[in-house]
């Protein structure tokens, strides 16, 4: 009896060795055992550059697979085109997430006063968009400061119309009203 109790330990503590060592740990998953359930380690909001391991600068980006990935420097940037899934993995092992690029939705609302309807019959054209306002006077303050009001329309969720522009508009930014 004493025999084969030690024989079945032996046995059980030889399985157990030789089913952790065929186990593979990826450090981004876990399996629960009984659930077979795979779970995704929680990746942080990215705050290093992928390509030189520094700070990041909000203002030093590049879009790339529907992911902004931001960089130390400007001179990050090439090198993050040469191989970009290389860089974009790179960010996962540091524990980092790329920051997804919200989807702008068409300009249905005033730059200058946020919320009010458009009237398609008042717009300023700006570097090949088209920006749209609710009156006159606001008309007026667009003319003054077409960037400022693109941004904001960014800020809002909302993509201005993309214009086509001729060769002999380029460079010239037009307004239209009543």
């Known amino acids: 009896m004493r025999l084969s109790k030690s024989f079945v330990a032996a046995v059980m503590f030889s399985a157990a060795i030789g089913f952790a060592q065929t186990c593979h740990v990826d450090s981004t998953k876990t399996t629960a055992p009984a659930t077979g359930v795979e779970k995704t380690k ?3 909001p990215q705050t290093l550059c992928p390509v030189m391991g520094g700070k990041i600068n909000k203002k030093v980006y590049a879009d790339y697979e529907g992911k902004r990935v931001y960089f130390c420097c400007k001179g990050c940037i090439p090198e993050f ?3 970009p899934a290389k860089y974009m993995k790179k960010l996962e092992e540091m524990g980092q997430a790329a920051e997804t690029i ?3 939705k068409p300009q249905t609302t005033c730059p200058v006063m946020a919320g009010q ?5 008042l717009s300023v054209d700006y570097k090949g968009k088209r920006i749209y306002v609710c009156c006159e006077d606001c008309l007026a303050k667009l003319k003054k400061n077409p960037e400022k009001y693109l941004k904001k329309l960014h800020k809002m969720g909302q993509e ?3 214009i086509k522009i001729g060769p002999e508009q380029a460079g010239k930014d037009t ?3 009543k």
């Open 175 to 177: 307004v239209q009203g």
């Open 160 to 162: 201005a119309e993309t």
């Open 102 to 104: 919200p989807t702008l």
């Open 117 to 121: 309807p458009i009237d398609k019959s």
């Open 81 to 83: 085109n040469k191989d």
């Open 42 to 44: 929680q990746l942080k």
